[in-house]
């Protein structure tokens, strides 16, 4: 299928989902078949992006993995200098962004107990929570947990917001990313360039209403092994996105991944963390409408896609 006629099909399925993404209230969210098959079908090429013969040949993710990584808020001159970023960024003055940090867990072997989906993953951010919600205040630490299809939020008595419960549904439909997650992203020759040509960049742009909205990924092109050995494989380099700029201040988010390797998180330390502080049903999370304690401007735009008016590869 020709490039623009998938685009296209895409666009038209944004606009279709524009509607119930915004109204809906089980918080399933679109996210091009990354997270869910919400707004894929054999129409748009199940979400899946084109690729040039020209193009190098898609990286995986190791079946089970953890890594660190430092979290760069980039709040002006991104205009000029995107993602993906060096750590710490080269393009940029220490001005121009904030800086913190956390860690990722990975296992395509895990199996849920209620038999719903496959696979876990824990992104854990230290002392600031992940800024796409419109909230003002993000000094706190929170842990977003997939656990098959359903995604938790936790946060921690030290420094949890008062009218956060300790742990939430994020979204009844939110499984791990898969290890070929990156095929339903374009591939950006221009991104790629960065870093002295030392990447393979992917980026997914889309414009909405509420501004550009960003999801990227890149790896390093040369195959290389993990510190401790091991085979070699194309070892991811950063997480790049949008975040919410109404109240937040995040029109770019970068993770840039520290000692990324192969080795099975410890569940006691990761998966487990939902059985010790989710009540059996625990209540749906309202970041995205958060109480108006927490409230401080307009919606966020991750869960309000509306009637994009293109989508573009090579940004």
């Known amino acids: 299928m020709k490039r623009s006629i998938k685009n296209a099909l895409i666009i038209a399925g944004l606009l279709a989902l524009s509607q119930y993404a915004t109204a809906q209230p089980d918080d399933v969210f679109f996210t091009m078949g990354v997270h869910n098959n919400l707004g894929c079908n054999a129409d748009n090429g199940n979400c899946i992006a084109d690729r040039a013969d020209t193009d190098p040949s898609d990286p995986f993710f190791p079946a089970m993995w953890v890594s660190d990584w430092t979290m760069y ?19 940029l003055t220490k001005k121009d962004y904030t800086v913190s940090y956390g860690s990722s867990y990975y296992d395509t072997s895990y199996i849920p107990a209620d038999g ?26 929170c842990t977003f947990i997939s656990l098959g299809n359903k995604a938790y939020f936790l946060t921690y008595p030290e420094d949890r917001p008062k009218t956060m419960p300790p742990c939430c549904l994020f979204s009844p439909e939110n499984h791990p990313p898969r290890q070929d997650f990156i095929k339903h992203l374009p591939y ?19 414009q909405s209403p509420q501004g550009p909205i960003l999801f990227g990924y890149a790896f ?42 192969i080795e099975r ?51």
């Open 265 to 315: 998180p410890d569940p006691a330390k990761t998966w487990d963390r939902v059985a010790k502080m989710c009540p059996k049903d625990p209540p749906a999370c309202r970041l995205f409408n958060p109480p108006s304690s927490l409230k401080s401007g307009n919606k966020a735009q991750w869960d309000r896609l509306e009637i994009p008016a293109e989508t573009s590869a090579e940004k």
């Open 116 to 141: 719903d989906g496959f696979g876990a993953m824990m992104e854990h951010y230290e002392k600031y929570c992940l800024p796409i919600f419109p909230i003002k205040n993000n000094n706190y630490t």
């Open 188 to 206: 950006s020759p221009t991104r790629s360039a960065h870093l002295n040509n030392s990447l393979q960049a992917y980026a997914l742009d889309l």
């Open 73 to 91: 808020r980039v709040t002006q001159n991104y205009e000029k200098n995107p993602p993906p970023y060096s750590s710490p960024p080269s393009t």
């Open 220 to 261: 390093y092109k040369d195959a290389s092994t993990d510190e401790k050995g091991g085979a070699p494989y194309r070892h991811p380099q950063s997480f790049y996105f949008s975040g919410d700029v109404t109240v937040a201040n995040a029109p770019i988010v970068s993770q840039n991944y520290t000692g990324f390797r």
